[in-house]
């Protein structure tokens, strides 16, 4: 059952951005699509807020990712990698086909958004 009193409701509603950090894994696990949409935008508060969290939370946030990887949203694409992958040993394991990819072969908004150098990095630092 959906929690919808740890859903933020807009970017600037850090109370339940910050009841759903306190509440942590696995009360969250109904709400990750919800909470993943807020990482549309790093800027955004409750971005920042729910970062750790759901950087914290390792495999089970897999098909999540997976939804943001396969979108045409290269900002939230880039903050996903950056600021929940790798974070997490266990994602960037899970992720590294991905990010692979993206380092040898990003096609060309991938490379305006230096998706394929972020990949290389995360490659890099922890693989």
């Not at 910050?18 to 990750?32: D, M, N, R, S, T």
């Amino acid at each position: 059952m959906k929690n919808i009193e740890l859903i933020p409701r807009d970017k600037l509603d850090l109370e339940r951005a910050e009841a759903a950090v306190a509440a942590g894994y696995p009360a969250v696990a109904p709400i990750l699509p919800e909470l993943m949409e807020w990482m549309q935008d790093m800027n955004w508060p409750v971005a920042r807020a729910l970062q750790a969290l759901l950087a914290g939370i390792g495999s089970p946030l897999e098909p999540h990712i997976r939804r943001v990887l396969e979108s045409d949203d290269l900002i939230w694409k880039y903050g996903v990698l950056r600021w929940i992958v790798a974070e997490s040993p266990e994602l960037i394991a899970i992720f590294t086909p991905d990010l692979q990819r993206l380092s040898m072969q990003a096609n060309v908004a991938e490379q305006a958004e230096e998706l394929d150098v972020l990949a290389h990095e995360i490659l890099q630092k922890f693989c």
